[in-house]
């Protein structure tokens, strides 16, 4: 009899975990149909807010264009030739004593505050940066002698001596190496996007557009140049030869984002054909956007390292790049391909 009593309840126990395992199943399944359907993700349309970004480039660009035009440039002595001198005061000598102990030498001197680092000795007092017209040796050691009887000990450990015409042919070479570079984008891409629909038309259109989009970043670096250098009088915003580099190096690093784009945009073309071109071009955004903000960002970390701890030499090219980097992000995404958008509604193609 124990062990019937024994088997009943097994069955008993049995049927009770059975019994839990259903309620378990059915509470599951009574959970899943009362939990909400995933939302589809989100998508940003650029393309159809694209005069909100043109409009921001055009307020961020115009200034810079007044500027340019107005106030023009502080050029850097690779520039506007003359004779620089770095002197650094044993003493703290202020910037007005400096410019008056330059202006009563009657050569046309300006003075600049230099901050620490580069050729200025970190032991020093002070130290300033002095730029003339072109000065023989003998009034360069007059300049010196004068500076040294008027304030005090001073060391000059850097002197840069630049001919007008030197500068008027560095000048001359830089902008021709600006449009050669800007001309060879356009027929590298033109040639690159020529297999898309539309053929040649087509390629130069993608060209095209890169193009108005690499002069976007060009215009806002300029302008904004001008504007800290001819404006604000700030030593940063001067255009030297660094300057140039850097011009060069932001225009192929906003063609280089903007291709991402577009070949992406290419892909689609192929096997989204029950999209209309808008469509594709916002979802080829969508599918790159945050490679190349990501890629950017880590450039963009080392470029304020180098603006904040390289001393004043390299804090010029650092800002440069640094603008550049930002401005050629936001063009291949914001500008560029809308600009794509907008040229193949005024010239369809077949």
């Not at 359907?37 to 921001?56: M, S, T």
């Not at 701890?309 to 090219?317: F, V, Y």
């Amino acid at each position: 009899m124990s062990e019937l009593s024994d088997v009943k309840a097994e069955e008993q126990t049995a049927e009770e975990q059975v019994a839990d395992l259903a309620e378990d199943a059915k509470a599951q399944r009574a959970a899943v149909v009362a939990a909400p359907e995933p939302r589809p993700p989100r998508r940003l349309n650029i393309i159809g807010r694209r005069n909100w970004f043109f409009a921001l480039s055009l307020i961020i660009i115009i200034p810079g264009i007044v500027s340019m035009a107005t106030k023009h440039f502080a050029l850097g002595i690779d520039f506007a030739g003359g004779t620089e001198l770095t002197v650094a005061f044993s003493g703290h000598p202020t910037l007005a004593q400096v410019q008056g102990v330059v202006d009563a030498q009657n050569i046309n001197g300006s003075v600049i505050q230099a901050s620490g680092g580069g050729t200025c000795p970190s032991s020093s007092g002070s130290c300033y940066i002095v730029r003339y017209p072109p000065l023989g040796i003998t009034q360069i050691d007059g300049a010196e002698s004068d500076l040294r009887n008027r304030l005090g000990q001073a060391d000059f450990p850097q002197i840069l001596t630049v001919g007008g015409t030197i500068a008027g042919e560095t000048i001359f070479l830089s902008l021709l190496a600006v449009v050669l570079a800007s001309v060879a984008i356009l027929l590298l891409l033109a040639i690159r996007f020529r297999n898309v629909p539309g053929g040649w038309r087509a390629g130069f259109q993608f060209g095209g557009s890169a193009l108005a989009a690499l002069l976007h970043d060009v215009f806002i670096l300029t302008g904004i140049f001008s504007i800290l250098g001819a404006l604000f009088h700030l030593r940063i915003g001067e255009i030297d030869a660094f300057f140039v580099s850097a011009v060069l190096t932001v225009v192929g690093f906003s063609v280089h984002d903007t291709i991402v784009v577009f070949d992406r945009i290419r892909e689609n073309l192929r096997v989204s054909q029950r999209l209309s071109f808008e469509q594709v071009v916002n979802l080829s955004i969508m599918q790159t956007a945050a490679r190349s903000i990501i890629t950017s960002f880590t450039v963009v970390l080392v470029l304020t390292a180098i603006l904040i701890a390289g001393g004043s030499t390299l804090q010029g090219l650092a800002l440069a790049l640094l603008i550049g980097i930002v401005s050629g992000t936001y063009s291949s995404i914001f500008n560029a391909a809308p600009l794509l958008v907008v040229w193949r509604k005024l010239q369809p193609l077949r």
